[in-house]
């Protein structure tokens, strides 16, 4: 487990927990690999300007296979997780954390979601009730960690991208990250 924290920490009111690839920028099916396959929606900039502007907080939890996959080089990831930071800042918003899985599936580490060990680390990190935190993600897997975290999940399905898949339970459904962070604070 991968973690970068901001610095200084400034004091916050609340934190979120936020998946990145589907949620902050666009996914792609051959893992998204370095800095030019980086796209950020504008929407998901919007959010994380209203949450800083609310002094909420958000961390990011990500899987990120790719790098042990060898597809995803140390240098291009890095790249890629300073290019967010400073888009996002540059939008008025604000990363706190941010929490990566590098594993394969086969590797069969602790960390890799659907474990919650990625969100029970940042709500240890961060003194965080995980009965009181919320995950926002949009893989079925993001679901299963926040259940396995004991904390709320929250999903993103964009409406600007196909095929359905059949939706379990009463998980709450946003259509990108800007109407799930209204619709929580509202
Ligand atoms: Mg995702
Ligand atoms: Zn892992």
Known sequence: ????????????????????DGVVNENRPDYV?????????PD??????????????????SNQSGI???????DDFWQMHDAMISEVEQSGGKIAAALYCPHRP???????KPSPDMISAACRLFEI????????GDSITDI?????????????RRTDEGSLDVERGSTQVFSNLADAVLGIYP
Request: proline share 2%; hydrophobic share 50%.
């Open 106 to 112: 086969d590797e069969l580490c602790g960390c890799r």
């Open 68 to 74: 042990n996959r060898g597809l995803i080089s140390w």
């Open 44 to 61: 998901a900039l919007q959010a994380l300007a209203l949450l800083n502007r609310r002094n909420i907080s958000a961390i990011i939890i």
């Open 33 to 41: 690999k370095n800095v030019r396959e980086f796209h950020a929606y």
């Open 1 to 20: 487990m991968l973690v970068w924290l901001d610095s200084p920490q400034a004091a916050a009111r609340g934190f979120i927990l936020i998946d990145r």
């Open 129 to 136: 009730d995980p009965r009181q935190a919320i995950f926002i």
């Open 144 to 156: 299963e960690a926040a259940a396995n975290a004991g904390c709320l999940g929250i999903r993103i």
